[in-house]
C-alpha cells in the first residue's frame, strides 16, 4: 500500500553537484536559522560531572545535528584519475516518507499542502523509529540539551523552537520561512498559495556562495526547480526505494550519477 | 443479615454519595482557581488614557508590518515617540546626582527635571506609573516585559496576516459551535469592524486598569492561552488546513 | 448512624470517583505534560522586528560584504547582501557564523594590562608612554589586509619616522611585489573570473580559501560556458568543480608557469615591454619543456595541451598563488596572452601621512620582526609565525583570544566588524576596484573600542575616530555616504594592465624550483571552515570539518597510496612529521589527490588558546612550515616546504 501524497504545491530543491565547492556554508547557516546549538563538551551546569559521562563534542559524527550534511564523493580511481565531488544533503521531503508511517505517536506526517514533511517537537517520544527508516541519515536526534556558550544564546533565530533532549529532528525547508512568505503575500495582496519564484527559499539555498542550492515549487512552471529537476542529467538518491524525494541533484559528470543509487550492473538500479 | 446492619450502622451508601458530591463541587468551582495565581503587568497601562484620551487608534501601536508580521507589543520607540524622555540626558542627570542607576526608588524620588519635565499625565496616579515607566524601562533601553494574555509557547506559529480578513459579523453564525473557542460575549451587540475581540481582551480600547494575568501554576501559560483543540475546531469549521505546520515551528 | 472507619473509606472512595467527574485531575495531567515540555534551561525565543542590516565583515582576510540579520534590534544570523559584487548574495562559512562568534565568551572583555583588566585611559597612558620611549623603533603588523585602518596605522608609524609596515603572509603582497616591485607595473592585479573563458588556477586555492572567496565562487557560477583548471599539488575542494586538476608541486610553480609560456611564446604571441627579446630568449633556452619536466615532474604534453587551450580561448587568464616567482611568471603569461588580468586604480587616501598598498606590503614578515613597540592589529602571528616576531612590548588588538593576546603585554579588545564602523577596499583578486563600508549593527557587548580610534589619539594625524576617517575616505573618492551604508559597494573598473618589464633576468633565477631537504614535500592548505591564519573555526563549524582533516582531537593528513606505501604507513597510523623548527602529530589519510612524495596537511588547527571548539584539536602545521628565501626576488616562501614523516 503506498503512503504516496501529492500536493498542488510541491516544495523541492534542485543541487547542482557541479557548483558545490563543500565549503559548508550551507551547514552552518543551517544551524544558525534553526537553532542548533554549538556541541559544546563541557556543562558547566552538570554538578554531578564526576559521576556522569562527557558530552559529546563535534568530532562524534554520531552525535552532530546536521540537518543539512555535506558528504565528500570520490569517483574512487588512482592518482592521477582522482576525482572529487561534494553533495549537501537535506532532508529530501519524500513524497512516499519512510519516516511518516513508523512514528508511533505521529510526530510526524505530510499533511501540508506544499508537501514539507513535518516534525513536531514535543509530540516527539524520541523512538527513534523514524531514524531507523529514514534511508538518507536524514534525521538526528538531540542525545544532549542544547547548551550554548555563556551569552551566546540571546541571539537566537527566532523560526525555530529550541529543542530539548530526548526529541527527533530534521531539516523541514525553514518551514517558518514559507509560513513568513505566506504572510507577505496577504499584506501584498497576493495568493498566498502561488507564491512567486524566490519569495520563499530555504537558509542553504540563500547562503550559498554558488547558489549550487535552488529552492522552489516543483510543480510551477514559473519556479527554476521545474525545468531544472526535468533536466537530462538530473538525478535523486536511492530512486529505486521508490520513496520520491523531491530532492533533485544536476552533474554532468556521470560517476557522481551513478553513485546516487547504489548502482549495481544487474541490480536493478535507476537507468 | 449481619452485613446489611454493619452497612447501616456507617449510613450505607451516603458517605460515599457525600463524598461524591463535594468533590464534585469543589473539583468544578474551587480547584480550578487553584490552579492559576495572579500576576500584575509590571506598569499599569491604562488604554483608556491613550485612546479616549489622547486620541491615538489602534494602528499607533498595534500594527502590520511590511513583511507581513504584527507588531503586537510597541517598543519603547513607539512609546518614546511622546513620552520623549531623552535617555541619555535622563542617565547624566542621574549621575550628576550621584545616584545609583538601578537604585528606580531614589530615582523616582529624586524628581530630576530630565524626567520630570517629560512627563505627560495629569492626575498623580497616572504619573506616578508614567514616572515607573521611564525611570524602570525607557531609560534604562529595556522593553517592559508585558505579560500576554493569550501567550504561545514558541513551537507556535501564529499568523495574524492570515486572519485578518475573519470579520465577527459572518463568524456569528457559528455562535453555537464556537461556544468554547471564543466569548459568547464577543457576538454580542454590534459586530466591530475589527476582529480582535475574538482572541483577545473584549473592547480593551476602554480599559482603564488591565486584568491581573492569570498564570497556570504548573504550566506557566496564561489562563486564556488559547489551546490547540481551539485553534483546530475553527479551522475545522472554516474549512481551513488542519495539518501540524499550519500552525508548528 | 455511627462515623465509623467504612464512613470515611466510602467517603474517600466517593472523593475519589468524584474528582475524576471534575476537570481537576485532567487539567493537571494536560498541564503537567506542558510542563515538561518547558524545562526552564532550554532558551526561549525573542520576538520583533526583523531587520537585515548591511555591513562588512572581516573574519577573514579579504572581508566581505554581508547582511546581519537581527530581530527586536538583536543580531542572530548573517546572509549574503546581492546589491554588492563582493557578496552578490551568498557568504562563507565564517561569516555564517558571525554573530555567534560576536557572542562568545572568548571575547576579550576589557583591556588587559599583563593579565589584568584597566581602563581605556590607564591603556592610553601607558601605550602613549611606550610610544615616546620607542622613538622609531615601532612597527605594526596587520591582519586586516583590506581596511583604511590601516591608513591609520601606517600614518602613526610614519608620525614617528618608522616604515615597519607589515602584513601576514599573503598572495597580495607577493603579487604586488613581483607587479609593482619587479615589473614596474602599477595598480593591484586582478582577475575577471566571471568575463574568462579559460580559467587556469596556477595554484590559486580561489573557490575555497585564495581571495575574495565568496566573490570568486559567484563568479565561477556565473561564469556558465567558462572552463576552469586547477593547478596544485592536491585536489583542493576548488579542484572538486574544475573541469580539471593538473598535478604541479608548490615549488615548480612558477617553472610550469614559464613552461607554458614556452609555448605560449612559440605560438607567436608578444609582450609590449622593452625587455621582450631578454624574456623570450631565457624562457626558450631555460624552460624548455623538458628542463621543465625534469625539474617539476609535469609532462610536457599536459603544458602544451594548457598552452593550447590558453591560446584558443578568446579571453584567457591565469591566476597564480604562493612565491613572488610564480606570480610573476603568471602575470608575464597573462600579458602575452593578453586576457582577463586586470589593473585596479588604488582609490585615494584619507589620511595623505598613510602609506600606500604597495608601502605596506613591501617589509617581507617571514625575515622577522624585531621592535621596541609592536602593535599586532587582528592577526595571530604568535599562532601562524611562532618564533618569527620580536618585540620589547606588543599591543595586541583583537576581538577573541588567541596565542597573540595570550602573549602580549597588553591586549586591547576591539569590537566585533558587526559592532564596528569598518570599511574594505578592493580586496585582492576582484576584477574591478570596490569600496565598502559597514556602519555597527549593533552595540559592542563588551568593553571594546575601535583600534583605528585609539590609535587616532596617540598621534594628531587630523581625526578624532575612525568615523571621520571612513567619511574623509568616502569624500576623498567620490562615492555616497548613504549608497555606501545601505550595503552598495562603489566601483571603478579594473583597466588593462601594462608593466615596463617583464623581469626576466630575475624570473629567470627565481623560478628555479627549490625545495627542502626533508623526504617528502608537503602541501599546506587552508578551509575556511576549518580556520584561517587569524581566524579560528567558528562555534557551529567544527561539526563541518571531515574525517578527512580531523579525527576526534587528532589532525589528518592526506596522502597517495603510492606515498604510503614508499612511506610504510596505512590508513589510520599515527605520525610525527617534522619540518622547519618543529614537529606535529597526524593520522594517515589516504587520499588519491595528492601528488606523490608529497603529504597534504590542514593549516588552521592546533590552536593553544581559544574558545573549546579550536582549543586543543589538531596540531599547528604553521610549525612545520619552512621558509625558503627568493633571493633573486628579494622575498621569502613557504612554498617547497618538506617534511620527514616517521611512524609513531
Known amino acids: 500500500m503506498s503512503h504516496f501524497k501529492e500536493f498542488k504545491i510541491k516544495w523541492g530543491m534542485v543541487i547542482d553537484i557541479d557548483k558545490c565547492t563543500g565549503c559548508g556554508a550551507c551547514m552552518v547557516g543551517c544551524q544558525v536559522e534553526n537553532n542548533i546549538a554549538p556541541m559544546t563538551k563541557s556543562d558547566p551546569y552538570n554538578y554531578v560531572q564526576a559521576l556522569t559521562k562527557p558530552r559529546d563534542d563535534a568530532s562524534n559524527k554520531l552525535r552532530t545535528l546536521t540537518w543539512m550534511n555535506v558528504y565528500e564523493l570520490s569517483n574512487g580511481m588512482a592518482f592521477p584519475e582522482h576525482e572529487t565531488a561534494y553533495l549537501p544533503r537535506p532532508c529530501m521531503q519524500c513524497g512516499n516518507p519512510a519516516c511518516v508511517p513508523v512514528c508511533p505517536v505521529v510526530a510526524t506526517d505530510k499533511n501540508e499542502e506544499g508537501g514539507i514533511v513535518s516534525q513536531i517537537y514535543p509530540r516527539c517520544i524520541g523512538c527513534r523509529y523514524c531514524m531507523a527508516a529514514c534511508p538518507y541519515h536524514a534525521r538526528y536526534f538531540n542525545w544532549w540539551d542544547p547548551l550554548w556558550p555563556e551569552g551566546m544564546d540571546k541571539g537566537l533565530s527566532p523560526s525555530t523552537s529550541v529543542r530539548p533532549r530526548g526529541v527527533v529532528e530534521k531539516c523541514n525547508f525553514c518551514h517558518s520561512r514559507y509560513l513568513q512568505a505566506k504572510d507577505k503575500a496577504r499584506m501584498d495582496g497576493e495568493d498566498p498559495m502561488n507564491l512567486p519564484d524566490g519569495a520563499y527559499t530555504t537558509a542553504c539555498a540563500d547562503i550559498c556562495p554558488t547558489k549550487a542550492i535552488t529552492f522552489g515549487d516543483l510543480n510551477n512552471p514559473e519556479h527554476r526547480v521545474h525545468e531544472l529537476a526535468k533536466g537530462p542529467h538530473a538525478f535523486r538518491l536511492l530512486e529505486k526505494l521508490g520513496l520520491h524525494p523531491q530532492v533533485y541533484y544536476v552533474s554532468e559528470r556521470e560517476w557522481v550519477r551513478k553513485q546516487g543509487d547504489n548502482y549495481n550492473a544487474d541490480a536493478g538500479g535507476h537507468h | ?249 | 448512624m455511627s462515623v465509623a472507619r467504612r464512613t470515611f473509606i466510602q467517603l474517600g472512595a466517593g472523593a475519589t470517583v468524584g474528582i475524576l467527574f471534575t476537570p481537576t485531575v485532567w487539567k493537571a495531567l494536560d498541564d503537567v505534560s506542558i510542563w515538561t515540555q518547558n524545562w526552564p534551561w532550554i532558551p526561549t525565543l525573542k520576538y520583533g522586528a526583523i531587520e537585515n542590516k548591511p555591513t562588512v565583515s572581516k573574519m577573514c582576510e579579504s572581508g566581505c560584504a554581508v547582511k546581519v540579520r537581527t530581530v527586536a534590534g538583536e543580531p542572530f544570523g548573517t546572509m549574503g547582501n546581492e546589491d554588492n559584487p563582493i557578496s552578490g548574495g551568498g557568504i562563507c562559512p565564517l561569516c555564517a557564523n558571525g554573530v555567534q562568534v560576536k557572542n562568545s565568551p572568548n571575547r576579550i572583555k576589557a583591556p588587559m594590562l599583563n593579565g589584568e583588566e584597566i581602563t581605556w585611559e590607564k591603556a592610553q597612558e601607558v601605550v602613549a608612554e611606550k610610544l615616546a620611549a620607542a622613538g622609531s623603533k615601532v612597527a605594526v603588523v596587520s591582519g586586516d589586509q583590506t581596511g583604511t585602518a590601516n591608513e591609520v596605522f601606517s600614518a602613526l608609524l610614519a608620525d614617528k619616522g618608522s616604515d615597519a609596515f607589515y602584513v601576514m603572509p599573503c598572495d597580495m603582497q607577493a603579487a604586488d611585489k613581483a607587479w609593482t616591485g619587479l615589473m614596474g607595473g602599477t595598480g593591484q592585479i586582478g582577475y575577471d573570473l566571471e568575463g574568462a573563458d579559460l580559467v587556469l588556477l596556477a595554484g590559486a586555492d580561489a573557490l575555497e580559501s585564495w581571495g575574495p572567496t565568496v566573490a570568486n565562487l559567484k563568479s565561477f557560477a556565473a561564469n556558465e560556458s567558462g572552463k576552469f583548471i586547477f593547478a596544485g599539488p592536491m585536489q583542493t575542494k576548488t579542484a572538486s568543480v574544475t573541469s580539471k586538476w593538473v598535478p604541479v608541486p608548490a615549488e615548480g610553480m612558477a617553472a610550469f608557469t614559464l613552461g607554458i609560456a614556452y609555448y605560449v611564446l612559440q605560438a607567436g604571441k608578444t609582450a609590449d615591454t622593452a625587455d621582450f627579446g631578454q624574456f623570450k630568449a631565457m624562457v626558450m633556452s631555460e624552460y624548455s619543456p623538458a628542463k621543465v619536466e625534469a625539474a617539476t615532474g609535469v609532462k610536457a604534453d599536459q603544458m602544451a595541451a594548457l598552452a593550447k587551450q590558453l591560446l584558443t580561448a578568446s579571453n584567457p587568464v591565469v591566476v597564480p598563488a604562493g612565491p613572488v616567482a610564480a606570480h610573476g611568471a603568471a602575470f608575464a603569461l597573462n600579458l602575452l596572452l593578453g586576457g582577463a588580468m586586470k589593473a585596479l586604480p588604488e582609490f585615494a587616501k584619507a589620511i595623505p601621512s598613510a602609506m600606500s598598498r604597495s608601502e605596506m606590503l613591501k617589509a617581507d614578515i617571514l625575515e622577522g620582526v624585531e621592535a621596541d613597540l609592536l602593535f599586532v592589529y587582528e592577526a595571530n602571528p604568535a599562532y601562524a609565525l611562532p618564533e618569527k616576531i620580536k618585540a620589547g612590548f606588543t599591543v595586541a588588538f583583537d576581538m577573541v583570544q588567541t596565542e597573540t593576546t595570550a602573549t602580549a603585554n597588553l591586549v586591547l579588545p576591539s569590537p566585533h566588524p558587526y559592532e564596528r564602523f569598518d570599511d574594505l577596499a578592493s580586496p585582492y583578486g576582484l576584477a574591478a576596484a570596490t569600496y565598502s563600508l559597514g556602519a555597527p549593527v549593533c552595540e559592542s557587548s563588551v568593553d571594546a573600542s575601535n583600534a583605528a580610534t585609539f590609535i587616532l589619539g596617540l598621534a594628531d594625524l587630523g581625526f578624532e575616530s575612525f568615523e571621520e576617517v571612513i567619511g574623509a575616505k568616502t569624500e576623498a573618492i567620490g562615492a555616497d555616504m548613504d549608497a555606501l551604508q545601505g550595503g552598495e559597494a562603489y566601483v571603478v573598473e579594473g583597466q588593462t594592465p601594462m608593466a615596463a618589464s617583464l623581469a626576466a633576468n630575475v624570473l629567470g633565477k627565481a623560478s628555479v624550483p627549490v625545495k627542502g631537504t626533508g623526504t617528502v614535500g608537503l602541501a599546506p592548505y587552508t578551509l575556511l571552515n576549518v580556520g584561517t591564519a587569524n581566524q579560528a573555526t567558528t562555534p557551529n563549524a567544527p561539526c563541518t570539518i571531515s574525517n578527512n582533516q580531523l579525527i576526534g582531537d587528532h589532525m589528518v593528513v592526506m596522502m597517495g597510496s603510492a606515498t604510503a606505501k614508499q612511506l610504510g604507513v596505512t590508513v589510520g597510523a599515527k605520525v610525527k612529521l617534522s619540518g622547519g623548527k618543529g614537529e606535529c602529530e597526524a593520522l594517515v589519510q589516504i587520499f588519491e589527490g595528492v601528488m606523490p612524495g608529497v603529504v597534504a596537511a590542514p593549516l588552521g588547527l592546533g590552536h593553544t588558546v581559544g574558545d573549546e571548539f579550536s582549543k586543543g584539536k589538531g596540531d599547528n602545521v604553521y610549525k612545520i612550515l619552512t621558509v625558503s628565501s627568493e633571493a633573486a626576488a628579494g622575498a621569502s616562501t613557504w612554498a617547497g616546504s618538506t617534511v620527514n614523516v616517521a611512524k609513531i
Open chain 2, 1 to 249: 443479615m449481619e452485613e446489611r446492619k454493619a452497612s447501616k450502622r456507617c449510613g450505607g451508601v451516603f458517605p460515599f454519595i457525600i463524598g461524591f458530591l463535594a468533590t464534585c463541587v469543589l473539583g468544578w468551582a474551587v480547584i480550578p482557581g487553584l490552579f492559576f495565581e495572579n500576576e500584575e503587568q509590571p506598569v499599569w497601562f491604562s488604554h483608556a488614557v491613550h485612546v479616549e484620551g489622547q486620541g491615538l487608534d489602534c494602528e499607533s501601536c498595534h500594527y502590520f508590518r511590511d513583511d507581513g508580521t504584527y507588531a503586537g507589543f510597541p517598543t519603547n520607540e513607539v512609546c518614546a515617540e511622546c513620552h520623549a524622555v531623552d535617555p541619555e540626558e535622563a542617565m547624566e542627570a542621574i549621575a550628576e546626582e550621584g545616584i545609583d542607576p538601578t537604585d528606580y526608588d531614589a530615582i523616582m524620588q529624586a524628581e530630576l527635571g530630565a524626567i520630570e519635565d517629560n512627563l505627560a499625565s495629569s492626575d498623580d496616579d497616572m504619573l506616578q506609573a508614567e514616572r515607573e515607566y521611564v525611570v524602570k524601562y525607557l531609560i534604562q533601553g529595556k522593553e517592559v516585559p508585558w505579560l500576554n494574555y493569550q501567550y504561545q509557547p514558541d513551537n507556535v506559529y501564529f499568523s495574524h496576516a492570515s486572519h485578518m480578513a475573519l470579520s465577527i459579523e459572518d463568524l456569528a453564525g457559528l455562535k453555537k459551535e464556537l461556544s468554547d473557542v471564543v466569548d459568547p460575549s464577543v457576538f454580542e451587540g454590534e459586530a466591530p469592524e475589527q476582529n480582535c475581540n475574538l482572541c483577545h481582551l473584549k473592547d480593551i480600547q476602554a480599559n482603564n486598569v488591565p486584568p491581573a494575568f492569570e498564570r497556570n501554576i504548573l504550566s506557566g501559560y496564561s489562563k486564556t492561552t488559547m489551546k490547540m483543540w481551539q485553534c483546530e475546531r475553527c479551522h475545522a469549521l472554516k474549512g481551513q488546513p488542519n495539518a501540524c505546520y499550519t500552525c508548528h515551528k
